[in-house]
DNA sequence: TTGTATGCGTTATCAT
DNA sequence: ATGATAACGCATACAA
């Protein structure tokens, strides 16, 4: 069949209720709540609609019933296992829900929020990464057509959002590399590029003034592996060296560990490290990384949730919907008791 | 605003053509083809629009026009670089053409074939990943109503697919190992396993030939870090040891080194050792590991681009697109000539 | 229980 | 250049 355009444009509720012998609205009776449907006209009705392959148009149901049937889901990217997760997990959760996802990539894009516009106008629910780099009003203008929620978002927007706990987590990464007596630590990554990792370092000064001691300034590099670098070049002309370092995420933290390395700075001996994530490397560099788990399936499904209850039952929103985290502790902070720490696979 | 369920129905074309004293026709015009309208009317149909903030419904324009402007895409998950790449290759690609992307994860899926029918009633065109699950049949049946295409498929099928080539690669790695005088060689994974896989062992094969030597069984075993592990149990045991392995992905790779590592086996002095796919963490663990880096995101691209094609140019189809890989020799094949290797860092 | 008829918000044809 | 108006495929209120 190459070369033809023919696809079939698919039979209508129109043919299977010729071919049924009964009116397009028993037919559409049939899908919706067969109950209503006498047995004999059912038989048939279903046959008309397994014979002709029929499936209804979506694009007619939803004009008709006013309902997309889908959400929305705006990300920077997808780089690394964090974004694959939250994808993963939305779609998993509005697939049991029966709703489709349409889905945006906010990189490249030159003109954002038109897109954006028109996503929404295509779905009943909209999810949205804080860091997709829509302004605020935007995200409001979206939030009055659609359902709206943002995904490690800043609660004071008054959007509803879901996000990570980050603080607590920081706070304990911190306090272990302060119990083991190291004193000059630094947080590596800029508290001013995303809400949680203004947390995480908030967590980190959090966890020095329990110990009545000041945090010293965060090292302000680039969320990746060439951050990871800049920063190593920074730590490496410091007198006296840091002794103990909390990363913004891993990224940054294994290209951190590579430069120290070369330079042969121990790791943990000298310098103790931990990160953010848990990205599968994590556990094949040496040392292994001790870093911090999101739970972001888990966000992204109850994202997804939230979208879909707002759209069925009637309940009040704009909550802050926070999920806590999980440490986990390996060699690179110089602390790990095998007692509490996680075991290295899964 | 919170409680409240009004998520402004959106205005329509009759409320904007209403308030620039126009008929909707004009205002449908203007849309699309602006040079029809009048200077005048389109000033005050512009002003209509930005002041009530109007976006065409995307189902009623399908609906009239029979095009849902979107493509969808069925993949088996999100595990690892290549599926995250592949969806940010396709989905960048079809936004360039103004397409929505639906995206749908097989995985977890419990009726798969009914989600990909009414995926298949929502979209233009529709790209699926061969290792999906959905029977032949199914997706024949897919292609007989939106424009199809399958991603690493199997051209034997007659859909039309976009792959990456595989055999010359394996091919080449293979010949290192050979030419550096290594002759125990294994190629690890199931070469039944997927299309790309069977071509990869091909590679191994056609090596062999072209040494005049017999190539060994493959190791069977999972495409994950389990079945790295596995394999690693089976070699340890063979005497004599084996001195070469390639691996039919990253993963595999990734578990067999450090379980080799931990029997104290010299890395790649005793046994070399071979990925695929370029993982982070393959430019992390020592010895870095030579791989194979897919060319993912062109590959998605080039499949998007190719079912707009087809929805738009009057083009014949059917054709097998392959597009050629990259081999990325690092320390873990033991034969890294620093003249043609790779930079560690991009 | 079933059929008829109307409306959903666009596009596009046909007059004007 | 513009305005009626008929599809598009389906859901549903209403009548029977």
Redesign the pocket.
């Known amino acids: 069949m190459a070369g033809s355009r023919a696809h079939g ?9 010729e071919r049924a ?13 067969p ?4 047995e ?3 038989q048939r009705v279903q046959r008309a609609i397994v014979e002709l392959g ?4 979506g ?8 309902s997309h049937e889908a959400l929305g889901l705006i990300v920077p990217e997808i780089t690394g296992q964090y974004y694959a997760d939250l994808i993963a997990g939305f779609e998993a959760a509005a697939g049991e829900r029966d709703l489709s996802v349409v889905l945006v990539l906010a990189a490249g894009r030159s003109d954002l929020a038109r897109a954006a516009r028109r996503l929404a ?1 295509r779905v009943d629910g909209l999810a949205i990464m804080a860091s997709t780099g829509l302004p605020r009003s935007g995200v409001d203008s979206l939030a009055a057509r659609v359902a709206t929620l943002v995904l490690a978002g800043d609660p004071a927007t008054g959007i509803e959002c879901v996000r990570a706990e980050s603080a607590e987590p920081a706070r304990e990464l911190t306090t272990r590399l302060l119990s083991a007596g190291r004193r000059r630590l630094r947080f590596v990554g800029d508290p001013a590029g995303a809400i949680d990792v203004r947390d995480r370092h908030a967590g980190f000064v959090a966890a020095h003034a329990a110990y009545g001691l000041p945090a010293a300034d965060p090292v302000l590099v680039p969320f990746d592996e060439s951050g990871g670098r800049a920063a190593a070049e920074l730590l490496l002309r410091e007198i006296p060296l840091t002794e103990g370092l909390v990363c913004a995420n891993d990224l940054l933290a294994l290209a951190l560990l590579e430069r120290l390395a070369a330079a042969g700075i121990g790791v943990p001996e000298e310098i103790a490290l931990t990160g953010w994530d848990d990205i599968l490397a994590a556990r094949y560099v040496r040392p292994r990384l001790t870093t911090v788990r999101q739970p972001v399936r888990e966000i992204a499904a109850l994202a997804a949730g939230l979208l879909h209850d707002r759209l069925t039952i009637d309940r009040p929103w704009g909550g802050d919907h926070v999920i806590p985290c999980e440490v986990i502790v390996r060699d690179s902070c110089g602390t790990s008791d095998p007692g509490t720490s996680h075991p290295a696979h899964h």
């Open positions: 444009r698919g039979a209508t509720i129109y043919a299977v209720a012998g009964v009116s397009i609205a028993t037919v559409s009776r049939y899908l919706h709540n109950a209503q449907v006498r004999a006209n059912r029929y499936e209804p148009l694009a007619a149901q939803t004009l008709a019933a006013r106008v």
